[in-house]
């Protein structure tokens, strides 16, 4: 991860806000399957494994955790790991009134627990921010018991294509395209596997978001996307023009189209430990 990445991750995560803001835009304005899709990877990988013992690495906001309960309402034990004291503190709260739920703060690449500790472990949309991918997939597989699953949710390599390619324009605009970081082509659905000691599952997902009007879009943008393509040292005045830029172009699309479609893939790795 470089420096940038670093510092990117910590503003985004310290609290759960922009987190918050953009699973709320997908929720309103996802594409494709309307099925939550952390209740996708949980129900796909019920039918491969019943678990009793389930770590979720990186686990963000627990999206993952409220679709387990959704499932397994009384009898599994869920483990919630995640480098930001911002974010565990809102698991910790999450997980409050659930004898077996509990959230702690944790690096991906050394877990605090013993081997084959667990039957599920997975990492969900957070591996690209993790400096040694396969040294974390390998502490996965470390803590999780023979016949276990580790499970990998990602995007594509280009996510919520449209988007990625205004965010493009509007930084060669202001002279700042090539600054951005490289976390989204660092792990992704198209490379992902590759971290892996052995071949895992690939399952993939068509989704992404329509918008009838710009402001939703320019949300999620500003909620942290848009520092990705003008990098390091763009200042406020700087994103408030990359995004009255990108206002004119997806208002000039909806005026044409009746709408601003973006197409995007999401998908998951997943491996049995031998």
Known sequence: MTGSDAQYVAQQYSTDEALRLRIETHRQYGIGSKEDLFVRVTRLMAGRLAPERVLDIGAGTGGWYRAIRQSFPDRVAYTAVDQSSGMVAVL?????????????QADADALPFPEATFDWTGAHFMLYHVPDISGAIAEALRVTRSGGLVAAATNAAQPYRELWE???WAACELGRLGAQSSQRVRFNLDNGASFFP?????????????????????????????????????????????????????????????????????????????
Do not use: C, M, N
């Open 92 to 104: 910790q709260e999450a997980v409050q009134q659930d004898p077996l739920g509990r959230a702690l």
């Open 166 to 168: 205004l965010g493009d």
């Open 198 to 274: 052995h071949e895992p599952e690939r399952i993939v997902w068509e989704g992404g978001f329509r918008f009838d009007a710009s402001e939703p879009a320019l949300r999620y943008l500003a909620s942290g996307p848009i520092r990705h393509h003008l990098g390091p040292g763009a200042d406020e005045a700087q994103v408030t023009t990359a995004l009255t830029l990108i206002k004119g172009r997806i208002d000039k699309i909806i005026r044409r189209e009746g709408s601003f479609t973006v197409h995007s893939q999401s998908g998951l790795f997943l491996l049995e430990k031998d």
